[in-house]
């Protein structure tokens, strides 16, 4: 069982930045390909970036790609997600995920086995 908890959420304006935390229980944190994704009321989950379990593959959606940074520190059992000039479509819950597998980074959520319960990143006009 790996529990995910996120933070760092929470309301700024547009052309500002934010950075998200996901820390996982466990001491195989190394092992696991992790993602982010987010959903808003009404939509599907929308995959945002994934990491592989080294750090040294990044994956981003097309939307934040050169916005949004993915990294880990696997000695801290750590994701983040630094977001920087965020827009008000990046309104969301933000989840992280981890594919225990380790095969990723994927973009698809199925491949992801436990997923934490979400972090609101609310970004003003």
């Known amino acids: 069982q790996v529990q995910l908890v996120e933070s760092g959420g929470g309301l700024v304006q547009a052309g500002g930045s934010l950075r998200l935390s996901c820390a996982a229980s466990?001491?195989?944190?190394?092992?696991?390909?992790m993602g982010w994704f987010r959903q808003t009321p009404g939509k599907e989950r929308e995959f945002v970036a994934a990491i592989s379990r080294s750090g040294g593959s990044t994956y981003y959606a097309d939307s934040v790609k050169g916005r949004f940074t993915c990294s880990r520190d696997n000695a801290k059992g750590t994701v983040y997600l630094q977001m920087n000039s965020l827009e008000p479509e990046d309104t969301a819950v933000y989840y992280c995920?981890?594919?225990?597998?380790?095969?990723?980074?994927?973009?698809?959520?199925?491949?992801?086995?436990?997923w934490g319960q979400g972090t609101q990143v609310t970004v003003s006009s």
């Open positions: 466990g001491r195989t944190f190394n092992r696991y390909a």
């Open positions: 995920a981890a594919d225990i597998y380790g095969s990723g980074p994927y973009s698809e959520g199925q491949q992801y086995e436990y």
